[in-house]
């Protein structure tokens, strides 16, 4: 596996405004492109309204509302995500998002992957984009571990046939492992790993092999675990700790 990030510093490659905004963990990249249209951002000195203009920093002097811009302090936190939550930051749809429940003082963090409205258990938050980066690339093989039940009775073959994958809306759906824990006729009990975080993939391939998921949680994000933390609940990790942990997988 390609070495995590053990620490994170200012970028100095060539970004796009209002991406060196979101890579630094100032603000996401709608927001920055809100401050940006509003006048507030100036770059050397010039007053600035394309989101799109290629800046380097630090070498070029950018400020906002007069202020130069600051890297904040990197920031890692372990979260319980409730079911019946979003993990965007806002939603056209009014619907409840994590963020509803998480201090402000927090500043602008992001999830690491999401989970969808009708998944609980751990989610990822940080404003560390390295380390974002590195835990959802495919190509370093990260793990998700999840606790999914589903009506009806779960096979060993239907188990394999998980594992070699399905095809649906032309994608390939498998899990890396599944497990089953407790099956009858009426409900079975998986524990399902994953390396890759497609779009309501477990859902998908569940249903593709004729099992309805009735309840899906998540317990394990590569070396994080959900352990006692409740719904709701949080536990902040340093950065360094958390960058170091990676870099063990």
Same mark, same amino acid.
């Given at each position: 596996?390609?070495? $995590?990030?053990?620490?994170?510093?200012?970028? !100095? #490659?060539?970004?796009? @405004?209002?991406?060196?905004? %979101? =890579? /630094?963990?100032?603000?996401?990249?709608?927001?920055?492109?809100?401050?940006?249209?509003?006048?507030?951002?100036?770059?050397?000195?010039?007053?600035?309204?394309?989101?799109?203009?290629?800046?380097?920093?630090?070498?070029?002097?950018?400020?906002?509302?007069?202020?130069?811009?600051?890297?904040?302090?990197?920031?890692?936190?372990?979260?319980?995500?409730?079911?019946?939550?979003?993990?965007?930051?806002?939603?056209?749809?009014?619907?409840?998002?994590?963020?509803?429940?998480?201090?402000?003082?927090?500043?602008?963090?992001? $999830?690491?992957?999401?989970?969808?409205?009708? !998944? #609980?258990?751990?989610? @990822?938050?940080?404003?560390? %984009? =390295? /380390?974002?980066?590195?835990?959802?690339?495919?190509?370093?093989?990260?793990?998700?571990?999840?606790?999914?039940?589903?009506?009806?009775?779960?096979?060993?073959?239907?188990?394999?046939?998980?594992?070699?994958?399905?095809?649906?809306?032309?994608?390939?759906?498998?899990?890396?492992?599944?497990?089953?824990?407790?099956?009858?006729?009426?409900?079975?009990?998986?524990?399902?790993?994953?390396?890759?975080?497609?779009?309501?993939?477990?859902?998908?391939?569940?249903?593709?092999?004729?099992?309805?998921?009735?309840?899906?949680?998540?317990?394990?994000?590569?070396?994080?675990?959900?352990?006692?933390?409740?719904?709701?609940?949080?536990?902040?990790?340093?950065?360094?700790?958390?960058?170091?942990?990676?870099?063990?997988?």
């Amino acid at each position: 596996m390609t070495a $995590a990030p053990r620490h994170s510093s200012p970028p !100095t #490659s060539r970004a796009t @405004l209002d991406r060196l905004f %979101s =890579k /630094l963990g100032i603000a996401s990249r709608g927001m920055s492109q809100k401050w940006i249209h509003e006048g507030r951002v100036r770059v050397n000195g010039r007053l600035v309204k394309n989101p799109e203009i290629w800046v380097s920093w630090p070498s070029d002097s950018i400020t906002l509302d007069g202020e130069p811009i600051v890297a904040p302090e990197r920031r890692f936190f372990l979260f319980h995500k409730p079911k019946g939550y979003i993990t965007t930051h806002s939603d056209e749809k009014g619907r409840k998002t994590i963020f509803d429940i998480l201090p402000k003082t927090f500043g602008f963090i992001h $999830a690491v992957g999401r989970l969808d409205q009708a !998944t #609980s258990g751990l989610l @990822l938050l940080t404003n560390d %984009s =390295k /380390l974002s980066s590195f835990l959802t690339d495919p190509i370093n093989k990260v793990h998700r571990i999840y606790l999914v039940s589903v009506r009806g009775k779960f096979t060993e073959t239907q188990s394999l046939q998980a594992k070699n994958g399905i095809m649906d809306q032309g994608e390939l759906l498998k899990c890396e492992e599944i497990r089953i824990q407790k099956s009858s006729e009426r409900e079975t009990h998986l524990e399902v790993t994953l390396i890759e975080g497609k779009n309501r993939e477990i859902r998908r391939l569940l249903k593709g092999l004729g099992h309805e998921v009735t309840r899906l949680r998540r317990i394990q994000y590569g070396p994080f675990k959900l352990d006692t933390l409740l719904p709701g609940e949080w536990k902040e990790l340093p950065i360094a700790l958390a960058s170091r942990s990676c870099s063990e997988l």
